[in-house]
């Protein structure tokens, strides 16, 4: 069980990563997908620093979290076809 703990963090970096490249597209679909990707992350980092004890991760998820359903709500107006300016 140990090990699926020790493992989590990489699922946790990759969604993160994925993230990032879907928020960083000029289209509003994928944007709006980034943001979705994102939260899994924060959660995946969450659950992997309770088990890790690692407090500030814990806070910086929960930071980043509040930040990306900002983002959600934001592009939750936006047509599919829309680019970001």
């Not at 990489?10 to 000029?26: D, H």
Request: aromatic share 12%; proline share 4%.
């Amino acid at each position: 069980m140990e090990a699926m703990w020790d493992f989590l963090q990489w699922p946790a970096m990759v969604t993160s990563l994925a993230a990032a490249w879907l928020v960083a597209s000029q289209g509003a679909g994928k944007r709006k997908a980034g943001f979705w990707v994102f939260l899994l992350s924060n959660a995946l980092w969450i659950a992997w620093g309770m088990h890790d004890g690692a407090f500030a991760l814990i806070a910086l998820q929960l930071g980043l979290a509040a930040l990306n359903i900002r983002g959600v709500m934001k592009n939750a107006h936006s047509s599919p076809g829309e680019k970001s300016p």
